[in-house]
């Protein structure tokens, strides 16, 4: 079966503190993968996106992810939390073989001031 | 701003009601898929078009879910007979390019069944 499984969740960090929401994968066939936040009450909005090129993926507000075949894993970091990054987090894996998009369960980041 | 929007934003209803919802994708957005999200869950999957074709339905969505997309712009997904278990956000989505582009999502719209 073709998933992705979000580790955590709920994370909370001290602003400032690094941040790391893991993501984990299974697929047979080479994954296109994203994250996504979610602000309360809203829509899903892109933060980034791996489609086979560069391992190291930088997106918006300062997160940025690394997809490591080898241990099946995308997961998102940022160096230093800030308040405003209190959201929801989704991974999200698509493949090759289809136009079919599957969620995690999400990860709930909370920032403590 | 993603372009995408969706209404009514929110709908309070009894159960046994008939719902619609409508996704006004923009016009690169050959690809237009529904999600539903219930609270602390992930986007479950229901249904996407390429165009104005329904290429994939969801095993989940029960009979009482129907979902169209005439001229492939705007889309419509219908709620018979309303029951408590289908509040919920519903999301509509667009997707341009091929099949490394990404879902952009409207605000969703929210469903309550009383």
């Known amino acids: 079966a073709q998933s992705v499984t979000q580790l955590g969740s709920h994370v909370s960090v001290s602003e400032g503190a690094l941040v790391l929401l893991r993501c984990n994968y299974s697929?047979?066939?080479?994954?296109?993968l994203f994250w996504y936040v979610q602000y309360p009450n809203q829509g899903l909005q892109l933060l980034l996106k791996?489609?086979?090129?560069?391992?190291l993926v930088k997106g918006i507000n300062g997160f940025e992810a690394e997809f490591k075949k080898s241990e099946t894993s995308f997961h998102l970091t940022k160096p230093s939390a800030h308040m405003r990054d209190a959201a929801e987090y989704f991974c999200?894996?698509?493949?090759?073989?289809?136009?079919?998009?599957?969620f995690g369960t999400g990860t709930s980041l909370t920032v403590i001031p | 701003d993603t372009g995408v929007s969706q209404n009514p934003r929110h709908k309070i209803t009894k159960r046994g009601q008939n719902v619609t919802f409508r996704c006004d994708p923009i016009?690169?957005?050959?690809?237009l898929y529904w999600y539903r999200q219930t609270l602390g869950q992930g986007p479950e999957f229901l249904t996407y078009?390429?165009?104005?074709?329904?290429?994939?339905k969801s095993r989940l969505l029960s009979d009482r879910f129907s979902a169209e997309r005439p001229k492939g712009s705007f889309s419509t997904l219908e709620i018979q007979r309303t029951e408590q278990g289908d509040s919920a956000m519903y999301l509509c989505?667009?997707?341009?390019?091929?099949?490394?582009?990404?879902?952009?999502f409207g605000e969703g719209s929210r469903l309550t069944v009383l």
């Open positions: 999200a894996v698509s493949f090759i073989s289809g136009d079919q998009f599957y």
């Open positions: 697929s047979s066939v080479p994954p296109y």
């Open positions: 791996y489609t086979s090129a560069a391992t």
């Open positions: 016009s690169e957005h050959n690809r």
């Open positions: 078009f390429q165009n104005e074709a329904q290429l994939e």
């Open positions: 989505a667009g997707r341009a390019g091929g099949l490394t582009g990404e879902l952009f």
